[in-house]
Structures are given as structure tokens and as C-alpha cells.
């Protein structure tokens, strides 16, 4: 099996159980287009511990006035203000900036005010609570469909199961529980023919620590699924809550900025410098080649001619079980080249290892 092809049996054996066939995945007719995103914002959150103003040229947002701002809570704790992005129906991503093993999971997050707060813990192998900088990005579509690439997300809880849900061709995405910690994520009209576009998962969690991963990926040109694991502090598979998005030829908060980009490291036990492929998992929207290079489990990422800012990175952990992933420093930017240095992923205890790992690199405009 090809190492591109990360179907998993689990993943299969749950769409078999729920009968998840092509059939079933009709994309919903008729439906006018919608303007997306309605609001988005990101930043990087370079002063955890105490309330700052993040750095300028890394934050960015649909508002018309304001910052972001940042406030530490309790220990790991920070509460980031979006200004004016007061909203429902939106998700978080977020993604530790740490050279330790460290990850970062969004807790909560909604309207205060004109605001939108959104609620960030970082937690040290084990599940110890820690203050870390982290990446951290908010966006909310509204249901509709537009033309041009796909993109679709998913706001789980257990409880209320699917809180917030975008289908850009206007499709129902569906969540189907397997063994506790499991879930089969289905988005409806976004298929392809061929492994395509890139994927993002955060815990959602408003308790302890959670940290979760693509476990698999499957598709065909009805659907994209794929099974979200998560699990505790250790190695205990948790009911917990996660976010999902999934963009193919366009960007992580659902725009279509002039420089993007986004890469499936499916081979992260490959030296290179390598082009992940098939193609569609590896987009530059200025047609660079996206090249990965590994060294001691870590994994440097270049995004050519996209370099700009403001800007935001965004990795998630692919079949690593109950590890982790996180960006071992901020990226740089120089002569239009983005560079990620490095994409590194751990395992439970936190021993760097070379995982699979999906990168994510947008620009505001």
C-alpha cells in the first residue's frame, strides 16, 4: 500500500458499519453561493503569560478596527480576543510554537460583547499545564455554496454532537461515534478522485487536557471522511470535543487569498528535500513545489513564493495515536519563501519521532 494512502481498517470498518456509501453522498442542488468566510482572524500568541497586544505582522481579521489582545488565565491558560468577530457557527484551530514537547488544544470559545473569545490551553506530556506560544486561528462561514475549490468543517461536542457545521457545496456533514475517543467524519459533495486538499483537527475541550489526530483518511468522488482519534494527557482514548476543516485549493479560514499553501508530510521518514505527493495534497497558490526535508524526527517545510505577511502556520498529527505535533518556532519568511523550521511530532511520553503530519500556511490577503 502505497504510503500516500492512509486509509485505516478502523476507518473502514466504520463506514461499512454506518453504511457510508457513495451513493449516499449527493451533493445538495440548487443552492445560491454565500460569501465566505463571513469572519475569520488568527494570530500568534508570542507573550502567553502575561496580556499583551501579539505580534502585528503575525495577526490578522475580517475586523475593521482593533487587535487581537491575549490574557493568561490559569497556568496554560490564555483567553484571545478577537475583536468585532462576535459570532456563532465558527471553529478553532490552534497549534503549540514550543522547541519542548508541548501542545496546545482550544478549550471554548464564543461571543463576549462585539468579541470573539476563544480559549487556549497548552499541556506538557502527561497532561501538566504550561504557558507556550502558540498559532491560533477563528473562522465562521455562513451555509451556502460558492465556486472554486471545497472546504467544510465541524464543531463536535459530545452531548449536543455537531455545535457548528459549513458544507460549501451546501451538503449536510455528518458525525458517526465508533469506540470511545473514534469518530467518522463525513463531508458530503467535497470527493475527489485522488488524495486532495488538507486537513486540520484541534481538541475541544473544556475540562483537561485532550489532544487529538486524523487517524485516517478516505475519499471518492462522492465524499472526504475521515476518523478523528483523541485521547487524555496520555495514552486513554477520551470522549472529548473537536474542531475539523478540511480546504482543497483554498485557504484554512475558507478564503482564497492571493498566498497560500498546504502539504501532507505522508512520507516523514523520507531525508529529502521531497514534493509530497499525489499533487493535490501539496497546493502553492503561486505554483511552487512545497518541499519537505527531515532531519532527527524533525521535519523543515518550505513554501516557496507565498511568503508574506500578515501570515499563520497550522500543523496537525496524522495516525501518531497519542502523541502530538507542534511547530518547533515561529516560521520565516524571506524572499517570498515560508519557512516552517520545524514541523516536529512526539510521541505520548515525548520523544520526537517522525509522524505523518498535515501543514497549513496562509496569508491574510
Excluded at 509530497?276 to 518550505?302: C, E, K
Amino acid at each position: 500500500m502505497r504510503a500516500s494512502r492512509i486509509v485505516t481498517r478502523r476507518l473502514a470498518a466504520l463506514i461499512g458499519a454506518v453504511g457510508l456509501t457513495t451513493g449516499l453522498m449527493a451533493a445538495a442542488a440548487g443552492v445560491a453561493q454565500a460569501s465566505v468566510p463571513d469572519k475569520w482572524g488568527f494570530a500568534f500568541v508570542n507573550d502567553p503569560s502575561a496580556a499583551s497586544t501579539p505580534i502585528l505582522n503575525h495577526q490578522a481579521g475580517s475586523w475593521t478596527a482593533g487587535h487581537v489582545t491575549s490574557h493568561p488565565g490559569a497556568v496554560g491558560q490564555v483567553f484571545v480576543v478577537f475583536p468585532h468577530l462576535a459570532s456563532k457557527n465558527g471553529v478553532v484551530h490552534v497549534t503549540a510554537v514550543n522547541p519542548n514537547a508541548v501542545w496546545c488544544q482550544a478549550q471554548k470559545w464564543g461571543p463576549v460583547g462585539v468579541n470573539e473569545v476563544v480559549a487556549v490551553r497548552c499541556y506538557l506530556p502527561g497532561g501538566k499545564p504550561t504557558f507556550s506560544q502558540f498559532d491560533v486561528l477563528y473562522t465562521t462561514s455562513t451555509k451556502g455554496a460558492f465556486s472554486g475549490g471545497a472546504y467544510g468543517y465541524v464543531h463536535f461536542q459530545p452531548g449536543p454532537s455537531v455545535v457548528a457545521t459549513f458544507n460549501s457545496v451546501g451538503a449536510v456533514n455528518t458525525v458517526t461515534a465508533g469506540p470511545v475517543g473514534e469518530w467518522v467524519v463525513t463531508l458530503p459533495g467535497l470527493g475527489s478522485t485522488t488524495f486532495a486538499g488538507n486537513v486540520q483537527v484541534t481538541a475541544a475541550d473544556p475540562g483537561g487536557a485532550a489532544k487529538c489526530e486524523i487517524g485516517g483518511w478516505a475519499f471518492n468522488s462522492g465524499a472526504q471522511r475521515f476518523l478523528v482519534r483523541c485521547y487524555n494527557g496520555g495514552t486513554t482514548p477520551l470522549k472529548t470535543g473537536w474542531s475539523l476543516s478540511y480546504q482543497r485549493d483554498r485557504s484554512i479560514f475558507g478564503g482564497v487569498p492571493k498566498e497560500f499553501a498546504y502539504t501532507f508530510n505522508n512520507k516523514p521518514t523520507v531525508t529529502g528535500p521531497y514534493a509530497p505527493v499525489p499533487p493535490a495534497v501539496n497546493f502553492n497558490s503561486l505554483h511552487g513545489v512545497n518541499t519537505i526535508t527531515q532531519s532527527g524526527g524533525r521535519s523543515l517545510v518550505r513554501f516557496p513564493r507565498v511568503g508574506t505577511l500578515p501570515s499563520t502556520v497550522l500543523a496537525s498529527p496524522v495516525k501518531i495515536g497519542p502523541g502530538f505535533c507542534n511547530l518547533e518556532s515561529p516560521f520565516a519568511i524571506g524572499g517570498g519563501i515560508v519557512l516552517v523550521r520545524n514541523v516536529v511530532c512526539f510521541t505520548a511520553a515525548g520523544a520526537p519521532k517522525p509522524f505523518a503530519s498535515t501543514v497549513t500556511y496562509t496569508a491574510a490577503h
